[in-house]
């Protein structure tokens, strides 16, 4: 697609909850990321595919989070027995691995999926 | 010590003038360094990126990077009223492909 699409772009949901949020990134895009950000506060890093792999999930705050990208393009980010503490926008961004000098990617992000658990 | 660091401000300047806004960052080994604009509700977007020392104009906007003094800055001249928004500093780690980034700066230019 031409640019990140992510939905839902709004889910309220109730403690104990499970959701799926998804992301379907810019075509041909290799490098996928999940961020989420809380209000006044910059996107904090969750995941990072390369592909099909999980080459980074160092940011996933516990084991109730989970993210899958099977095909190597559209990603799930999965979160069980939701808290309150788990509302947040929650970004999706791909990137096209090695386009820009000196090896850096640039990452371009989806519009988010505001999630809310009452 | 947080990873990337910047005020939270706001910073407000008046219409026509320059705004600075600033950023430090704790990993020695970082390497790609960012700045993103966020308008209130949206994503962010990418400005301009710089990788080397010194500074990178595109055209009001000037990145400054100093690797010594672990510091990037991005210039703002001719500030606009759609110049108000969230600026965002993000940082690159050799080896490591996640951006970190800053809380960001939110910027007010009043007419």
């Known amino acids: 697609g031409a640019g990140v699409s992510q939905t839902p772009s709004n889910k309220v949901t109730e403690k104990g909850k499970y959701v799926e949020l998804r992301c379907d990134p810019i075509?041909?895009?290799?490098?996928l990321y999940w961020y989420r950000q809380s209000l006044g506060q910059g996107p904090e890093f969750l995941i990072y595919?390369?592909?099909?792999?999980?080459?980074?999930d160092s940011g996933l705050p516990n084991d109730r989070f989970f993210a899958v990208r099977p095909e190597g393009s559209v990603s799930t980010l999965k979160i069980q027995r939701t808290e309150r503490g788990d509302s947040a926008v929650y970004l999706c961004?791909?990137?096209?691995?090695?386009?820009?000098?000196?090896?850096?990617?640039?990452?371009?992000f989806g519009a988010g999926s505001r999630l809310t658990v009452l | 010590q947080k990873e990337v660091e910047q005020n939270s401000g706001p910073l407000s300047v008046p219409e026509g003038a320059i705004a600075s806004l600033n950023c430090t960052y704790s990993?020695?080994?970082?390497?790609?360094f960012f700045w993103y604009r966020q308008y209130s509700g949206k994503s962010p977007e990418l400005i301009m990126s710089?990788?080397?020392?010194g500074d990178k104009e595109d055209g009001r906007f000037t990145a400054q990077l100093n690797k010594a003094s672990q510091y990037v800055s991005l210039l703002i001249r001719d500030s606009q009223p759609s110049d108000s928004a969230t600026y965002l500093c993000?940082?690159?780690?050799?080896?490591?492909?996640?951006?970190?980034f800053g809380t960001g700066t939110r910027l007010l230019v009043s007419p």
């Open positions: 961004a791909s990137s096209l691995k090695g386009t820009t000098i000196s090896g850096a990617n640039v990452l371009t």
């Open positions: 075509s041909g895009h290799t490098a």
């Open positions: 595919f390369q592909g099909t792999g999980a080459a980074d």
């Open positions: 990993d020695r080994g970082s390497q790609s």
């Open positions: 710089i990788y080397s020392n």
């Open positions: 993000a940082v690159r780690s050799t080896g490591f492909q996640k951006l970190v």
